[in-house]
């Protein structure tokens, strides 16, 4: 009979072997069906995106509006004086004559971190559809100048006058260097 016992003794062994061998097959296997279902997830975010053309677009569409920031931040640390020239030859060159205009004045309610607005008011005649391409142009620079006020009143056959109010956000945060630097070099 001990012969009987040790058969069924290493078959019952075998059996857990076996079981035991079963069962870490099927958590593997439930392991690595997991990682392709993981892939066919990210595929099918790859194509709702657009697949790599896709994500070209957007990458260069980031792009782009990284290059807009970076040009609206040089733009408000540009100087004032060329910022004035610039908007009196886009005037001059629609055709718009400046019969007088204020210089820059602070807006002191409006309150800004790192930056200051400040308003002109620019008194001229002209035709009106070149003074509403001189407001389109002015609105789309990168200094994001807008237009406050504007009042026009018929002068003659397709003129007008106008008086027209500009307010402008600057970067006060390059003058405050400016100025240090212009105080060390004086002093030392």
């Keep these: 009979m001990s012969a009987a016992w040790r058969y069924t003794a290493m078959i019952l062994t075998g059996a857990v072997l076996l079981l035991g061998g079963g069962i870490y097959t099927l958590r ?3 392991a690595v069906s997991r990682g392709p279902r993981a892939a066919q997830e990210a595929r099918k975010i790859l194509h709702d995106l657009g697949g790599g053309p896709g994500l070209a677009a957007r990458k260069a569409r980031l792009a782009r509006i990284l290059a807009r920031l970076r040009e609206e931040q040089a733009a408000r640390g540009s100087d004032a004086a060329a910022f004035s020239r610039r908007i009196e030859e886009t005037f001059a060159g629609l055709g718009l004559e400046l019969t007088s205009s204020s210089e ?11 930056a200051a607005a400040f308003e002109r008011t620019l008194v001229g ?3 009106f559809d070149r003074l509403l391409d001189a407001v389109a142009t002015l609105e789309s620079w990168p200094d994001q100048p807008r237009v406050r006020a504007l009042s026009v009143t018929r002068k003659g056959p397709g003129q007008v006058a106008f008086t027209l ?3 402008a956000v600057r970067s006060i945060l390059k003058e405050k260097a400016k ?5 060390k070099h004086a002093g030392g």
């Design 28 to 30: 593997s296997g439930l």
């Design 125 to 127: 005649t002209g035709p």
């Design 165 to 167: 109010e500009i307010t």
């Design 104 to 114: 820059w004045q602070p807006v002191p309610k409006l309150k800004l971190d790192g």
């Design 179 to 183: 100025e240090k630097e212009g105080q």
